[in-house]
């Protein structure tokens, strides 16, 4: 008895399938290239920076019970241990 596929089609074997495969490289560079054309004064370490001054803002000026948590929290790995 013939396998048959939710489609209705009828195949001899269950691995008797055409493999269907799409190489998307050179789609991705061109994609990221079109992306960092569009954006020309883009500064990743000027981002990276800005981001993390603002992750630190949260956990600025903590007092010493303040800060002896945000310890135990980083130790315990529930925050990220940038300090």
């Not at 489609?7 to 061109?30: C, M, W």
């Not at 010493?64 to 130790?75: G, K, S």
Request: hydrophobic share 40%.
């Amino acid at each position: 008895m013939e396998a048959t596929t939710p489609a209705g089609l009828h195949s001899k074997s269950p691995g008797d399938h055409n493999r269907f495969v799409i190489d998307l490289t050179a789609y991705e560079q061109r994609r990221i290239r079109a992306v960092l054309e569009a954006m020309p004064d883009w500064d990743p370490a000027a981002v990276l920076a800005a981001e993390t001054q603002a992750h630190a803002l949260p956990y600025s000026g903590l007092d010493a019970a303040q800060r002896a948590v945000y310890e135990l929290l980083c130790d315990q790995g529930v925050l990220d241990a940038r300090r």
